[in-house]
C-alpha cells in the first residue's frame, strides 16, 4: 500500500501562547497549511517514574506526507519538552478541494 499523501500532525505544549508559536512558525515555513490550537487539556502521563497531570494546548497540524520529516525537525527544533509528542496519522479520504489546498500551501517555492 502506497503512504498516504496527507497526513494531520499531533503535537501538545504547556501554554497557549507556545501552541500559538507553534502553530504560526510552522505554517508560515510552509510545513503546514493550517494548525489548529486546542485547549486547555488534561494530559496524565508517567514521566522519570512518576504519574503526573497537567493542563496542555493541543496543535494539529495539517500537511502532506512529503513535507512530514521537515514539521518533525522543525517542531524539535522550537519545542522546549525534551520528548514533545510528534503524532502523524494518515488522512485516507477529504475532499478534494481541502486536499489540493494543503498541497498548495505546503508545497516549497
Do not use: F, N
Not at 510545513?31 to 497531570?53: D, F, H, K, M, N
Not at 513535507?67 to 525537525?73: C, Q
Not at 509528542?85 to 516549497?108: F, K, M, N, Q, R
Amino acid at each position: 500500500m502506497a503512504d498516504p499523501a496527507y497526513l494531520t500532525v499531533l503535537t501538545t505544549t504547556d501554554a497557549a501562547d507556545k501552541a500559538r508559536t507553534l502553530a504560526r512558525g510552522a505554517v508560515a515555513a510552509k510545513l503546514a497549511a493550517c494548525a489548529q490550537v486546542e485547549g486547555p487539556i488534561t494530559s496524565v502521563y508517567r514521566w522519570e517514574g512518576e504519574v503526573r497531570a497537567d493542563q496542555e494546548w493541543r496543535v494539529l497540524y495539517k500537511t502532506t506526507t512529503e513535507r512530514y520529516r521537515e514539521l518533525e525537525a522543525h517542531i524539535k527544533s522550537v519545542h522546549d519538552y525534551d520528548t514533545p509528542e510528534i503524532i502523524a496519522t494518515p488522512v485516507t479520504h477529504g475532499s478534494d478541494a481541502y486536499l489540493a489546498w494543503v498541497s498548495a500551501e505546503t508545497s516549497e517555492g
